[in-house]
């Protein structure tokens, strides 16, 4: 990639997330940063800091320009369980357009290989990971008005266990009907949605 002699921190960012959501962040070394960004050592440095910064800053790039878009039929007033079905058909959809197996969930991937030895990682698993959370609990309450808040809260978050595991499987299947049979059966063993 040649050098970017002009840049913004979040041109920065956004290419850093795209390394280091495929290899991850201990793999990642700067001059493997130098060459993905196009963006000289200095550059990373005088920008961020070095790299825990440049990866921390990740996650809000991730949540602007991938999880927002992806989400948003979840977090839309009046979404259902219907959306959170469409939510996990789409991303299983664009994951077999670019190809599976696939990058999986950038969040996903850091939880598992950083955040147990790193808090400021954990703290944006939290944060990722309470927004799938009050998503499900809202379609939820719309979907099973019935279920008691503290109920919806446990499903919810069992919900979001969910979430996390199939986007790590769509990291090692190349076929998207798996995933999306792993999808219908987990929505229909939430018999209690169902009046």
């Given amino acids: 990639m040649p050098r970017m002699t002009s840049f913004t921190s979040e041109q920065l960012a956004e290419r850093a997330l795209q390394h280091f959501w495929v290899n991850g962040f201990h793999a990642s070394s700067m001059d ?9 050592r200095h550059g990373i440095y005088a920008s961020f800091g070095g790299k825990k910064a440049l990866f921390l800053a990740c996650f809000d790039t991730y949540q602007k320009s991938i999880v927002t878009p992806a989400f948003e039929v979840v977090e839309a007033p009046g979404a259902t369980l219907q959306s959170v079905s469409d939510y996990f058909e789409e991303q299983i959809s664009l994951g077999e357009r670019v190809g599976l197996p696939g990058p999986g969930c950038f969040v996903t991937n850091s939880a598992t290989e950083v955040a ?15 927004r799938l959370r009050r998503g499900f609990a809202s379609a939820l309450h719309n979907s099973a008005p019935h279920l008691e808040p503290r109920r919806i809260g446990e499903l919810a978050g069992v919900m979001v266990i969910f979430t996390n595991g199939l986007w790590a499987t769509s990291r090692r299947v190349s076929d998207g ?7 219908r059966s987990f929505l229909t063993l939430l018999p209690e949605t169902k009046q």
Wanted: zero cysteines.
């Fill in 116 to 130: 147990p030895g790193d808090p400021d990682v954990m703290a944006e698993v939290v944060r990722h990971n309470n």
């Fill in 177 to 183: 009907d798996l995933l999306r049979e792993a999808v």
């Fill in 32 to 40: 493997d940063l130098v060459k993905a960004t196009g963006i000289s």
